[in-house]
């Protein structure tokens, strides 16, 4: 662990500094001894320098040495990147980053009636995700909207929505909070606090937004079949309109009672799950050579969602729920809001002050996600094993994503975390595995 890392680390620089001021009697000798004694020096204080998590005790000291550590390796990356590998890498994360924007659109804009949808979602994507990846430290962190975001915007506007209040004004509000926090917690160097995360906690953690996901996808369908329960299908349909060119529905907002839709919904989502599912395990069969199952295996969920959608748009006499998603370059409500959100209120209601105070109470628990999440996949994807070559950077990423997150709420736009289960398949999509390895290693 991390912890017991650290120890270790410190008490070798004990025990060397002991030595060094032991006297004479430990002094080496011959240039040999000192030259090697140097060398052990040099070697701890470089992975003592190496440790992100080691605290500077300077104001903002984690954030420069951060800085100081990647950036000399800057242009390294975009040369790597000319390798063939990285090439699938870059379309598989094209679609791992494309899919949860549109399927976490969509629940977003049923959750805040309209007023954060599928359109917000990829425009916060695309943007954070562009900029992180540009000026972070662990460009392999994959930035998105996460399941505990979505709880927390649910129930931020079930709040605003009980109480009279503008949920997007008081989204403003809590970005600018969001700012102030982070700020204040990179100039102490706060990140420090995730050497007391333990494995355990980051398996649970992932555990978590796993199951999140999973309840959702339930939740879904469960909804799907209390509006379209199963019954026989006769010729009632045949007297509704557009029933011959097989478009009943299909454009209207609220659909309900027709015929089959919940059973072919669960075939959708079971079809899914297990071609995915098998795709992923075909990696480890013994067909096709290892490159192309590596290939097949990373591109098993894309793969399902495509053959799923051809499936769906194939069948034309049974409705299935379309996500709304305006034509061009708008926000999914433009009778609602507008791309710029007033801080201080609009249309003659002006926002409360206390309310802005207050706004620091959600915002204390939107950063403990982002930090929570974020600080975590940074650890699993900088785990030993994983022997990355240009380190991690816990302070430098943190500032970045809280920070874009609080200002991209003056716009309505969604803030985002590290997402876990992008982050690893993307760290594993780019590892280089060894060709030659000693017997019984």
Request: net charge positive; hydrophobic share 50%; proline share 5%.
């Amino acid at each position: 662990s991390v912890v017991h890392f650290q120890r270790e680390m410190l008490r070798r620089r004990d025990e060397q500094e002991r030595r060094l001021t032991a006297g004479t009697a430990l002094e080496p000798k011959s240039p040999e001894e000192k030259a090697l004694l140097k060398l052990k020096v040099g070697e701890e204080e470089d992975e003592l320098e190496a440790d992100p998590l080691q605290r500077t005790g300077r104001p903002f000291g984690g954030l420069v040495r951060d800085v100081r550590r990647r950036y000399p390796k800057y242009l390294s990356d975009f040369r790597d990147a000319l390798d063939p590998q990285c090439l699938a890498a870059v379309i598989f994360i094209y679609f791992a980053a494309l899919s949860p924007a549109i399927t976490f659109g969509g629940l977003l804009g049923e959750k805040t009636e309209g007023l954060i949808g599928v359109s917000e979602l990829i425009i916060s994507t695309a943007l954070q995700g562009v900029v992180f990846c540009l000026l972070g430290a662990q460009p392999l962190l994959v930035i998105g909207f996460s399941g505990p975001l979505l709880v927390f915007e649910e129930a931020f506007f079930t709040f605003c929505a009980s109480h009279g209040l503008k949920y997007l004004v008081g989204r403003v509000w809590i970005g600018f909070w969001l700012i102030l926090i982070v700020l204040a917690m990179v100039a102490f160097e706060g990140s420090f606090l995730v050497r007391f995360v333990s494995r355990f906690t980051q398996e649970i953690f992932a555990f978590l937004i796993s199951l999140i996901f999973i309840y959702e996808t339930f939740f879904k369908l469960i909804k799907i079949f209390q509006a379209h329960p199963l019954h026989g299908c006769g010729n009632a349909t045949l007297g509704l309109p557009g029933h011959e060119n097989g478009t009943i529905g299909r454009d209207a907002s609220e659909v309900t009672g027709q015929p089959n839709t919940a059973l072919l919904s669960l075939v959708l989502m079971a079809g899914t799950f297990f071609i995915a599912f098998f795709l992923r395990k075909f990696k480890n069969s013994r067909f096709f050579p290892g490159r192309v199952r590596r290939v097949i295996g990373d591109f098993g969920v894309p793969i399902a969602i495509l053959l799923m959608v051809l499936v769906d748009s194939s069948i034309r006499d049974t409705y299935t729920q379309k996500l709304s998603v305006p034509s061009g370059f708008s926000v999914t409500s433009p009778e609602k809001r507008g791309w710029v959100i007033n801080p201080l209120g609009s249309n003659g209601e002006p926002f409360p002050v206390w309310m802005m105070v207050a706004s620091v109470l959600p915002a204390v628990l939107v950063f403990i996600l982002i930090f929570m999440e974020t600080q975590i996949t940074t650890l699993i994807i900088s785990k030993k094993e994983r022997k990355l070559q240009k380190g991690s950077g816990f302070h430098l990423d943190l500032l970045l994503i809280v920070a874009m997150g609080g200002f991209c709420a003056l716009f309505g736009l969604p803030w985002l975390a590290a997402a876990t289960v992008r982050s690893v398949t993307h760290a594993n999509a780019l590892t280089v595995m060894s060709k030659a390895v000693a017997p019984g290693d």
